[in-house]
């Protein structure tokens, strides 16, 4: 502080200061404290005598209540440190485990219910030997990776960059039969021929025309989920086809039985019709907490 105010003086500034680590701060603060450390408000009221009053305090007993607490980072042990890094794994497990829940989906070769009595445990893992906390640690990391490997082959993303939904899903008075009946997708209009991309990586069952659907796909999925794409003005893809996530597959249009341009988009689980949006609305939050691996 002294260097600073000196600097002041000559109109310098410090515009960079070391950000340094709660260990190091610590470290340095511990290597000021001493039984015989006296309060520095104590010692400037007494300058005058400053030898005698240090000898005379050591004799009564000092009132550290009263002084101001400067606060610090308290020392962390590597088992400490370990524990929350789990705490952390644990954390992000979980929300991929719940992303699972809540779509009713069970993961392909993944027993959720073994994953989660495992995180319920998790408290009580902490209170074991070293040895033991590093396995434990190792069998996260490999129900992290699982969950993570599960996740992307899950439609979370929208098919298309630039849309707005122009029909939701469920009852509605269809556009050209003028009748009410289930929308079993969400019909997304944007711009002329916007490119319709995969939403996540799969397999291509069907390419072709598909009666009121017109040029249409069906993607098939892991964990028994697919998509279907309707109205297209062209394919990108053909039957049998691989592709991954973000690969273009078409382009919108409005071939079969639409009004104006848009895209049919529905999602199946176990050959049942879902609200598409779910799958949106989810993957938008773990987009926005960085678990998605792309």
Request: glycine share 6%; charged share 25%; proline share 4%.
């Amino acid at each position: 502080n002294n260097i600073k105010n000196l600097f002041s003086n000559f109109g310098k500034s410090f515009n960079y200061e070391i950000v340094r680590s709660d260990e190091v701060v610590f470290d340095q603060f511990s290597g000021l404290a001493s039984p015989e450390m006296l309060a520095m408000d104590y010692t400037v009221n007494k300058e005058t005598n400053l030898e005698k009053n240090f000898k005379s305090s050591l004799n009564k007993k000092f009132a550290y209540k009263d002084l101001p607490v400067i606060p610090y980072i308290a020392p962390r042990t590597k088992k400490l440190k370990i524990i929350n890094f789990n705490r952390k794994l644990d954390s992000e497990i979980l929300q991929l485990v719940n992303v699972f829940k809540s779509l009713n989906l069970k993961p392909d070769n993944i027993d959720i219910n073994e994953i989660t009595s495992f995180l319920d445990s998790g408290t009580r893992s902490y209170n074991i030997a070293n040895e033991e906390l590093i396995d434990y640690t190792s069998l996260r990391f490999k129900y992290l990776e699982e969950m993570k490997n599960a996740i992307i082959y899950l439609p979370l993303k929208p098919p298309m960059q630039y849309y707005y939904v122009s029909s939701p899903y469920g009852y509605r008075i269809h556009p050209k039969t003028k009748l009410k009946q289930m929308h079993y997708g969400i019909d997304m209009a944007g711009t002329w021929q916007e490119e319709v991309r995969a939403p996540a990586d799969g397999l291509v069952v069907s390419a072709g025309r598909n009666g009121s659907f017109g040029k249409s796909i069906k993607i098939l999925h892991k964990h028994g989920v697919s998509t279907i794409y309707g109205h297209l003005h062209k394919l990108a893809v053909k039957k049998g086809n691989f592709v991954s996530e973000g690969d273009i597959i078409g382009k919108m249009g409005s071939t079969g039985r639409a009004v104006g341009a848009h895209l049919h988009y529905e999602i199946k689980v176990n050959d049942k019709p879902v609200n598409p949006y779910n799958f949106i609305s989810i993957g938008r939050e773990l987009i926005s907490s960085s678990i998605l691996r792309r």
